[in-house]
């Protein structure tokens, strides 16, 4: 550690004003923060709300997504030995090892594309390299079909951290997620990818590997049930996006982002109630035609990217409201906008994408008239008071 | 032919840095619509050209003798006239790009460029340099137009004016997929913005401060 220290401080005025690496300053204090905590000192008036900062939550949110992660790895192989009919004869192992060699590639890939742009970009505008990539690198190939072809994923990358992030100023100011940019993006350009009965599940490329198969949720839209055990699609062995299936997994992340207060648990329980309220309804009183209106409510929760997108899309502290009743308010029509996308739309089967998309739009609006309600209500009182 | 400076600028600056599209974002809405490939762009460019040209010549011609008050009708009127003309021209030989552009031939007769032109120019100066000031103005809403079609119809469609660009078997067995987002209004858009954010860059008297 102090060899590494020294090293970083013998290179260190390079990068300073007048160095000869100068132009690569953001860069290197990118790096130096990375490794150590900055020693620097504010020298004017500070404003210090929270001892952990910007890349310190964004790891605990790096970490929440892990089990996830994993899960998503092994579920991949165990789809494909699935589908092959091979699954007694392979080992945890081979199963394992089959799902990284898929997903490990998608990482690197949406990493170092992501990256690459977020630091010549910084580095363009002279800012500190910002860490908010470091998460939705990570949530990018969790919403991706596993056999995504990767050229595919450095562009949606790309279109999603110019697009999505760097045009409106970087991290902290973009108006959508950039994770669901990316998957929005393919899901519009690439349909033949990621058409809406494969939505969360892409299969062309690799047929002769075995590796197609319909989502569960577009299962569920043509014949009314998933063929899937409940506790099964609770686990998550069911076909999907990498990262969305396994709701045990997801309960993981949400509970380490709940302890250590890194997400609202106001967003995350709002979509679940509304999302669970919306499809009880449609069960009550959706048409009996309607395949997705008569799944059951418990389903629509724990198919496809229902928890996954409450647990770590809604809850995006910068594209969701910032008022606390706001984050009820929009936690609330998210989960009914997906529910309703699922159920009369028979061209999506997946509304979570959609739904939040559309609420991250709102989220200003929202915070904008909790605020005015709370103005006009001081207001009265005070009025009353005068009296 | 040599042109004097402030008729040099009425021809060239809408080409550049006063163009109609892109600095003064006017005419979006069709540069949406019919972008998707290339020829029925570059029919609309030369359509919206031939008509601001003439318009802008025509009123330039009246401008003394229009009641104030009612010039924007006389000028609509003009213009409806001239839209009509055109749209029967392109339905008699033009058939299929004129299947194309469907309505929006019709509805140059709201394309802002238009009666920006009209109002901002065409009724304070004279025919010739008002005719140039059309053309100009028609060229470089063309101009981007083709620029955006050029983008939206190979990365989407994978053609050019229709011929095979990309949608060989060799290419296509390498994985290479046409865009469908491309081919939706939406990228028009995010194409403009970025000949905007080019233009910007490259053109210090652009930028705000």
Redesign the interface.
């Known amino acids: 550690m102090k060899a590494l220290r020294k090293y970083i401080d013998s290179v260190k005025p390079n990068f300073e004003e007048g160095g000869k690496f100068s132009w690569l300053r953001s860069t290197f204090g990118g790096f130096e923060t990375f490794l150590f905590t900055p020693n620097e000192v504010n020298k004017g008036g500070v404003h210090v709300r929270d001892a952990v900062d910007l890349k310190r939550t964004i790891i605990v949110v790096v970490l929440a997504l892990l089990p996830a992660l994993l899960f998503g790895m092994y579920n991949t192989g165990y789809q494909h030995f699935r589908m092959h009919g091979i699954l007694d004869a392979v080992t945890f192992g081979d199963i394992f090892w089959y799902g990284f060699v898929q997903v490990f590639p998608i990482i690197v890939v949406s990493y170092v594309v992501g990256l690459s742009i977020e630091f010549a970009v910084a580095q363009m505008r002279g800012h500190e390299i910002n860490e908010g990539f470091l998460a939705t690198g990570m949530l990018i190939p969790l919403v991706m079909p596993a056999d995504v072809?990767l050229?595919?994923v450095a562009?949606a990358t790309a279109f999603a951290v110019i697009?999505g992030k760097e045009?409106f100023g970087g991290t902290g100011m973009n108006l959508w997620n950039p994770a669901l940019i990316a998957r929005a993006?393919l899901f519009?350009?690439?349909?033949?990818?990621m058409s809406g009965d494969s939505v969360w599940y892409g299969n062309q490329?690799n047929v002769a590997d075995g590796f197609s198969g319909a989502t569960a949720l577009s299962v569920a839209n043509q014949t009314g049930s998933t063929g899937f055990d409940f506790m099964d699609q609770v686990y998550g062995f069911i076909p999907g996006s990498i990262g969305e299936t396994s709701v045990i997994a997801i309960a993981l992340g949400a509970l380490l982002m709940l302890c250590t207060g890194v997400a609202s648990w106001k967003t995350m329980f709002s979509v679940f109630i509304g999302g669970a309220l919306t499809a009880y309804l449609f069960n009550q009183f959706g048409a009996e035609s309607n395949n997705m209106a008569q799944l059951c409510w418990c389903d629509h929760l724990v198919l496809g990217g229902f928890c996954f997108g409450a647990v770590f899309m809604a809850t995006d502290p910068v594209t969701s409201p910032r008022t606390e009743s706001g984050k009820y308010i929009y936690g609330f029509l998210i989960g009914a906008m997906a529910i309703i996308i699922r159920v009369l739309n028979p061209g999506y089967p997946e509304g979570m994408m959609l739904a939040i998309l559309l609420l991250n739009t709102f989220a200003p609006l929202i915070d904008n008239i909790i605020v005015g309600r709370n103005i006009s209500r001081r207001k009265n009182r005070v009025k009353q008071i005068a009296k | 032919m040599s042109l004097s400076k402030k008729n040099k600028e009425a021809l060239l600056n809408p080409l550049s840095i006063n163009n109609p599209v892109t600095v003064q974002v006017l005419g979006i809405c069709s540069a949406l619509a019919v972008t998707a490939q290339l020829e029925p762009a570059l029919v609309m460019g030369l359509s919206v050209t031939v008509i601001v040209a003439i318009a802008n010549v025509v009123i330039s011609l009246m401008r003394n003798t229009i009641p104030n008050r009612i010039r924007i009708i006389v000028q609509l009127v003009v213009v409806a006239t001239l839209v009509t003309i055109v749209s029967e021209v392109l339905k008699a030989f033009a058939y299929d790009v004129s299947v194309q552009l469907s309505v929006y031939v019709g509805l140059i007769i709201t394309n802002c460029i238009l009666m920006g032109r009209l109002e901002a120019f065409a009724m304070q100066n004279g025919p010739w340099a008002s005719f140039l000031d059309g053309i100009g103005n028609g060229l470089g809403y063309a101009k981007i137009l083709v620029i955006v079609a050029f983008f939206r119809e190979l990365l989407g469609s994978g053609t050019l004016f229709g011929f095979n660009i990309l949608n060989y078997d060799a290419i296509q067995e390498a994985?290479y997929?046409n865009?469908?987002?491309?081919l939706?209004p939406p990228m028009a858009l995010?194409i403009c913005?970025c000949i905007i954010?080019w233009q910007r860059a490259h053109n210090k008297d652009l930028q705000e401060k």
Not at chain 1, 188 to 193: E, H, V
């Open positions: 072809p050229w595919i562009v697009f045009v993006f519009f350009a690439y349909p033949s990818k490329v | 994985g997929i865009n469908g987002l491309m939706m995010i913005a954010w």
